[in-house]
Antibody, heavy 122, light 107 residues
Framework: EVQLVESGGGVVQPGGSLRLSCAASGFSFDDYAMHWVRQAPGKGLEWVSLISWDGDSSHYAVSVKGRFTISRDNRKNSLYLQINSLRPEDTALYYC???????????????WGPGTLVTVTS | DIQMTQSPSSLSASVGDRVTITCRASQSITTYLNWYQKKPGKAPDLLIYAASSLQSGVTSRFSGSGSGTDFTLTISNLQPEDFATYYCQQSYTAPLTFGPGTRLDIK
């Protein structure tokens, strides 16, 4: 059974930093691209970032480019999101999501974690 | 970036009804379109991928169609567990984008 469990969320002041983690199990982690998707309170879903299966390629939403960095450790079956220069509008539930495609990314999300909450407030 | 729109933004329906939600892309995305169901307090679930392919384990009451810029999600014989918010998402190119969502309420 595929399991994704996020951690690392919390309350942080504007301008601060956090590192989110996602522990994966139940599938061959190093065969799949992975994503971060977020949902601000009362708002819709927003894709944040993706990383290829081997970590060689990554993409970001315009809203986070230059502030967020996605990475992965295939030896530890773990995905990360380093978030810097946090703004109040970054307040959201951050989900880790598995890509559907094995090897080549399909850019579709077939399994999700329960999410970790990031709150940016002074 | 590819912009996604959905209509309606909300709708009310009754158990047993058939409903259709529309999604439109700002440019052609061929069939790179996915649909998700989102309930409060739960992670989203993938319902339909590649515009019309039913995700494993999803009831056949859900169906998708369309190509190019216009797509539809149809839910037949609505059940109580179907009342949720539905999002389309283009998987044609990064940055990936979602529609704003369609909230389906019980009438």
């Amino acid at each position: 059974e595929v399991q994704l469990v996020e951690s690392g969320g919390g309350v942080v002041q504007p301008g601060g930093s956090l590192r989110l983690s996602c522990a994966a199990s139940g599938f061959s982690f190093d065969d799949y691209a992975m994503h971060w998707v977020r949902q601000a309170p009362g708002k819709g879903l927003e894709w944040v970032s993706l990383i290829s299966w081997d970590g060689d390629s990554s993409h970001y939403a315009v809203s986070v480019k230059g502030r967020f960095t996605i990475s992965r450790d295939n030896r530890k079956n773990s995905l990360y999101l380093q978030i810097n220069s946090l703004r109040p509008e970054d307040t959201a539930l951050y989900y880790c999501a598995k890509d559907m495609g094995r090897g080549s990314a399909w850019y579709s999300f077939d399994h999700w974690g329960p999410g970790t909450l990031v709150t940016v407030t002074s | 970036d590819i912009q996604m729109t959905q209509s309606p933004s909300s709708l009310s329906a009754s158990v047993g009804d058939r409903v259709t939600i529309t999604c439109r892309a700002s440019q052609s995305i061929t069939t790179y379109l996915n649909w998700y169901q989102k309930k409060p307090g739960k992670a989203p679930d993938l319902l339909i991928y590649a515009a019309s392919s039913l995700q494993s384990g999803v009831t056949s009451r859900f169906s998708g169609s369309g190509s190019g810029t216009d797509f539809t999600l149809t839910i037949s014989n609505l059940q109580p567990e179907d009342f949720a918010t539905y999002y389309c998402q283009q998987s044609y190119t990064a940055p990936l984008t979602f529609g704003p969502g369609t909230r389906l309420d019980i009438k």
